[in-house]
């Protein structure tokens, strides 16, 4: 048996089989944009670990810091002063706008906290006022909190009853919206500025605007949950940007550190009361390693050319894949902004993730039938156009 075999073994014996049928590969080493599994084999990244490694595997100035920060001290308590957690609050307040931080240890977690958050708002005005609307397709987590606020109903099956409280509104539908808010107790809006794992549907500018205007009329949080499309993904450094409008409330994680599990809330100024001593906490949130990694995060993603380069980056898949569109009649849409992309298919995706594996080419499939195109996002052009390469032979066999 091999190693591979081995592993694979092990997995099926020891570990609960949540992720179902995981791809037959170990990636066991990463350089800049490639992955490299057990047996040697080299491969392009176009997943990033689902918008995690922003940077790549090989930034430097990342690994040094983290390198010096586990020597130095990973962890004291939340009971304690800590300069990274005060630093990095202060670059995602700097960066997207002045407010105050909540640092968690995951995605869903930075959603709980923004539930938690809007609930004490909405009961500060009117004790029923504790609706959260979210939106048909979306995606927003897996613990109770972030599973009930999670729009796509196939993953809150079998876990009821669910938190009462949240309702799903079709998504760019603004009357549907309008008539939700009518119905009152509303405290607030959690919305992706661009779905991922409902198979990168991107919200419409009106529609977001609309929105914003109705949330800001009725006094209700604007949440974007940007777990997914923020930290450059989509171009800008938070998605919120595309739309011309601030969030009461950002959720962050995934490339907030580039592979460190971390997660955070962000939020106005004026909510810092509503979440006062003893309402919220969690043992990791924000420790000495976790914040000097989104430190250096912001040290990299704040230099003048990282989102130019993503800009260019992005011409270059959209372009090449609307020529590949051309000729292949499987490919019914390609969505996204910057280096966030979809490609919807006409058929399931997943022989295709299977054939890119094989190919040396690393997707995956949101949605049942889109391939899902996430690079690092400091792949270089020919590195890109490498992978394009094999995602045009693959979608062209059928
Ligand atoms: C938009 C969005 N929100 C929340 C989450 C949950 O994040 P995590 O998996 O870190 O808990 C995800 C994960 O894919 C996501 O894409």
Same mark, same amino acid.
């Given at each position: 048996m091999n190693n591979l075999e081995n592993v694979m073994k092990l997995d099926r014996e020891y570990l609960f089989q949540n992720y179902g049928n995981r791809l037959p590969v170990e990636f066991v080493r990463g350089e800049d944009s490639f992955l490299f599994d057990s047996a040697g084999k080299k491969y392009i990244d176009f997943l990033s670990g689902i918008s995690v490694v922003n940077l790549g595997y090989s930034n430097k100035h990342y690994t040094n810091t983290l390198h010096k920060q586990i020597d130095q001290i990973m962890h004291t308590s939340n009971w304690f002063f800590n300069?990274?957690?005060?630093?990095?609050?202060?670059?995602?307040?700097?960066?997207?706008?002045? &407010?105050?931080?909540?640092?968690?240890?995951?995605?869903? +977690? #930075?959603? %709980?906290? /923004?539930? =938690?958050?809007?609930?004490?708002?909405?009961?500060?005005?009117?004790?029923?006022c504790y609706t959260i609307l979210t939106f048909s397709s979306s995606f927003h987590g897996r613990t109770f909190g972030a599973m009930s606020a999670t729009g796509n109903e196939k993953?809150?099956?079998?876990?009821?009853?669910?938190?009462? &409280?949240?309702?799903?509104?079709?998504?760019?539908?603004? +009357? #549907?919206? %309008?008539? /939700?808010? =009518?119905?009152?107790?509303?405290?607030?809006?959690?919305?992706?500025?661009?779905?991922?794992?409902?198979?990168?549907?991107?919200?419409?500018?009106?529609?977001?605007q609309h929105v914003y205007k109705i949330a800001k009329d009725n006094g209700i949080l604007f949440i974007a949950d940007e777990i997914q499309t923020g930290i450059g993904r989509t171009g800008k450094l938070f998605a919120f940007e595309h739309y011309d409008i601030i969030p009461d409330i950002i959720t962050l994680a995934k490339g907030l550190a580039n592979g460190l599990p971390v997660g955070a809330m962000h939020a106005k100024e004026e909510?810092?009361?509503?979440?006062?001593?003893?309402?919220?906490?969690?043992?990791?949130?924000?420790?000495?390693?976790?914040?000097?990694?989104?430190?250096?995060?912001?040290?990299?993603?704040?230099?003048?050319?990282?989102?130019?380069?993503?800009?260019?980056?992005?011409?270059?898949?959209?372009?090449?894949?609307?020529?590949?569109?051309?000729?292949?009649?499987?490919?019914?849409?390609?969505?996204?902004?910057?280096?966030?992309?979809?490609?919807?298919?006409?058929?399931?995706?997943?022989?295709?993730?299977?054939?890119?594996?094989?190919?040396?080419?690393?997707?995956?499939?949101?949605?049942?039938?889109?391939?899902?195109?996430?690079?690092?996002?400091?792949?270089?052009?020919?590195?890109?156009?490498?992978?394009?390469?094999?995602?045009?032979?693959?979608?062209?066999?059928?």
């Open positions: 300069s990274n957690q005060v630093q990095a609050a202060k670059q995602i307040s700097d960066h997207s706008f002045k &407010g105050r931080t909540l640092f968690v240890n995951s995605g869903t +977690e #930075a959603n %709980e906290a /923004a539930i =938690k958050l809007a609930r004490k708002y909405g009961q500060s005005i009117d004790e029923d993953i809150r099956t079998g876990f009821g009853p669910v938190v009462p &409280g949240f309702e799903y509104v079709p998504f760019n539908d603004k +009357e #549907a919206f %309008e008539e /939700a808010v =009518k119905r009152g107790k509303v405290c607030a809006v959690m919305v992706e500025m661009i779905q991922g794992e409902g198979g990168i549907k991107v919200a419409g500018k009106d529609f977001i909510l810092l009361n509503h979440l006062g001593a003893g309402t919220h906490g969690t043992t990791f949130g924000g420790n000495q390693l976790a914040t000097a990694a989104v430190c250096a995060v912001f040290d990299i993603i704040t230099e003048p050319s990282f989102l130019e380069h993503i800009h260019d980056m992005s011409k270059v898949v959209f372009d090449r894949l609307e020529n590949i569109k051309k000729g292949v009649p499987l490919i019914k849409e390609i969505r996204g902004k910057g280096l966030h992309i979809g490609v919807e298919l006409e058929s399931d995706g997943m022989p295709f993730v299977k054939k890119a594996l094989d190919a040396g080419l690393v997707i995956n499939c949101t949605a049942q039938n889109v391939l899902r195109i996430m690079p690092p996002l400091i792949i270089d052009e020919n590195t890109l156009i490498q992978g394009l390469d094999i995602f045009e032979k693959i979608v062209k066999q059928g």
